[in-house]
RNA sequence: GGAGUCUUAGCUCAAUUGGUUAGAGCGCCGCCCUGUCACGGCGGAGGUUGCGGGUUCGAGCCCCGUAGACUCCGCCA
């Protein structure tokens, strides 16, 4: 028998009344009558009640006049039916009470930071003391869904053949993707390994190793700025698998998120997704991640405004862009500062102003309206199904700013008018088809949109060889919740020349290719089967299986906004002699203190 | 690097138009209390209003600066 406990404490029923038990926990609530004292002792599991009687132990209660909130206790006595009219219906325990023989202390509890029971303190407090803050049944719970998550997801990967294999932590920096964190080397001085930013090569590296279907629960680390939903170091589900076709890893995965749902919030889900290529989801959501639980589509109006003598839109379509809005249903009676502020957003993403008309009293109150025809306005009302209420909001531009501007505008109306506040709705799609290739203005040059080890689709490689890389799709695919990306893959380039040309078109010169890339380009030369695959963020996933606004909520001892650990304060200065073991000297003024 | 919101007791918050001694609940300390389950009652301690400067007869409140937290943009193949 375990010297702490018999039980723990959500487990004895008016069935062991008249046993003895050993419990062990956390004093959650003290009730102190001056003569009978009762406790609720808390562990993990639950609650029990602890009853001292005064007539009954007097040495003991005395003892039990001294405990405090979240001390440790064990607690070994009989247990007993509560008095008849005093049970307790809101617990499972609620019909027993345990009346202790012996108390023992294990730990003694300081006055508390802050209340276990009460509303949630300031974040930065709750990250000096997480290991408190885990108490809190609502982190205990979303770090219980995330192990539901994980086992599922390994269940489900290993019944599909699926080998679980761990690649380096200590890997190998390259200049594609985000910033590297880097880790010196000690016995190579001066060089440095790079922490991952995921198993990319490694996973197409097994497939080479002939090991067909992988997966990993993988840690991956970014030195990039942080947000809600990112952290420096955050977890993918992995996954890799030879002789794949696009539909294969969508089945696959649809199959293994409809057993994560199912085991960790017990819901069915529909699959088979939904499809959409990247160019639809720009073209009616103007969103590469479209949240669909709302519909307020970007409506092309290039028909209606052809024409027009409304100069704004003519000029853009006369140039080969676009015009579209998009009806904000019911919105028309936004504040100033919405209007401002969807006003900021149109000019941050690349519109010149913001055209509008407002549905008061049957009258559209618009700048522009004076300038459309009887004609125009007419398509307008069919097209937009214009109602009393209505906020219409225009875009004309290129076709990509357009969809851009309307996309952002769409998802922050939808927040405005809480069109999803509640909604249990689960719209899960595929986005597919995605660009290869994005030029930068910045660098002028193209840049991998995914990675540069996705495939271009077979049918476009004709446009590749012409140059023409901005038509170029590539064989990528996005997996999209509630409008935001769960994961991405693609299917991979397994040819060494198709592969170095990509390099090229990257501006990855020959000789940086050998020496950054050597690796991969001589495995693809040794018998390389084709092979694709997806990674999910697992954080993600689980933050909005919990319901949670950040994934900091689903992490164990996540990192505050400037990635720092605010219970153990790293990261954190070094010893001299560390640095000097590196051959590291630092170029800037160590801080004193 | 940029924008926004916030910072008052250990915690969550309040404080009228700029007005006298900055309050409440919870927690903490002490006393009382034998069937509670958010136990209850009485009493008490606890504040450089993030920090620095300014305006004013007078600043928690107005202005400037600064630090920190969070959210967003940039960034995140």
């Given at each position: 028998m375990n010297r702490y406990r018999t039980h723990h404490c959500n487990e004895l029923r008016?069935?062991?009344?008249g046993e003895t038990a050993m419990l062990a926990g956390w004093v959650h609530v003290l009730r102190d009558h001056g003569g009978v004292i009762f406790i609720d002792l808390r562990d993990r599991e639950g609650l029990t009640q602890v009853v001292f009687r005064p007539e009954e132990n007097a040495e003991l209660t005395a003892e039990a006049h001294h405990l405090r909130h979240e001390d440790v206790i064990q607690v070994e006595g009989k247990v007993s039916a509560r008095v008849p009219g005093t049970e307790n219906p809101k617990l499972p325990t609620g019909d027993i009470e345990l009346v202790p023989n012996t108390l023992k202390i294990l730990n003694r509890a300081d006055v508390?930071?802050?209340?276990?029971?009460a509303e949630a303190p300031n974040e930065d407090l709750r990250l000096s003391y997480r290991y408190f803050d885990l108490r809190r049944p609502q982190l205990a719970r979303n770090l219980r869904v995330r192990h539901r998550v994980t086992k599922a997801t390994r269940d489900f990967l290993d019944e599909k053949g699926f080998i679980e294999i761990e690649t380096p932590i200590l890997s190998k920096s390259t200049p594609e993707g985000a910033r590297d964190f880097l880790v010196p080397s000690r016995l190579t001085k001066g060089k440095f390994y790079a922490l991952p930013q995921a198993p990319q090569q490694y996973k197409q590296l097994l497939m080479v190793g002939g090991l067909e279907k992988y997966f990993q629960i993988a840690k991956c680390f970014r030195d990039e700025d942080l947000r809600s939903d990112r952290q420096p170091e955050f977890t993918q589900i992995d996954i890799e698998a030879s002789f794949v076709e696009p539909d294969d890893i969508f089945v696959l995965v649809e199959g293994l998120l409809a057993a994560v749902f199912r085991a960790s919030r017990g819901l069915e889900i529909p699959i088979p997704f939904p499809r959409l290529t990247y160019t639809q989801a720009m073209d009616e959501?103007?969103?590469?991640?479209?949240?669909?639980?709302?519909a307020m589509p970007l409506t092309d109006l290039a028909d209606v405004f052809?024409?027009?003598?409304?100069k704004m839109f003519r000029g853009a379509l006369d140039a080969g862009g676009a015009v579209k809005a998009i009806n904000a249903k019911g919105?028309?009676?936004?504040?100033i500062g919405q209007s401002d502020e969807l006003t900021a957003m149109a000019k941050q993403y690349g519109a010149k102003g913001l055209a509008f008309i407002k549905v008061e009293n049957g009258e559209?109150?618009?700048?522009?309206?004076?300038?459309?025809s009887e004609a125009e306005k007419q398509a307008l009302r069919s097209k937009l199904l214009v109602e009393e209420g209505d906020l219409i909001l225009f875009a004309a531009d290129k076709w990509e700013v357009v969809c851009e501007v309307l996309g952002r505008l769409r998802s922050r109306i939808a927040e405005m008018q809480k069109l999803t506040a509640g909604s249990e709705q689960l719209d899960f799609l595929w986005v597919t088809d995605f660009p290869l290739m994005a030029f930068s203005a910045e660098e002028n040059k193209w840049n991998a949109v995914h990675h540069p080890f996705t495939r271009p689709k077979d049918e476009d490689i004709a446009k590749f060889e012409a140059q023409k890389f901005g038509e170029v799709r590539a064989e990528a695919y996005d997996v999209v919740l509630n409008g935001v990306e769960l994961g991405g893959g693609s299917i991979r380039i397994h040819e060494p020349e198709l592969q170095a040309k990509i390099f090229a078109a990257l501006g990855v010169s020959e000789e940086d290719q050998q020496t950054l890339f050597g690796h991969i380009l001589r495995a693809f030369r040794l018998g390389a089967p084709p092979h694709g695959g997806i990674a999910f963020g697992l954080d993600r996933i689980v933050m909005l299986i919990c319901g949670e606004e950040t994934i900091r909520e689903v992490m164990a001892f996540p990192k505050n906004n400037r990635g720092i650990d605010l219970m153990s304060l790293s990261p954190s200065a070094v010893d001299a002699r560390q640095l000097r073991e590196l051959g590291i000297k630092l170029a800037i003024e160590k801080e004193s203190g």
């Open positions: 008016k069935s062991d009344i508390l930071p802050f209340p276990l029971d959501f103007g969103s590469d991640k479209p949240d669909r639980r709302f052809r024409e027009s003598s409304f919105f028309a009676e936004l504040t559209w109150k618009s700048p522009i309206v004076k300038f459309f």
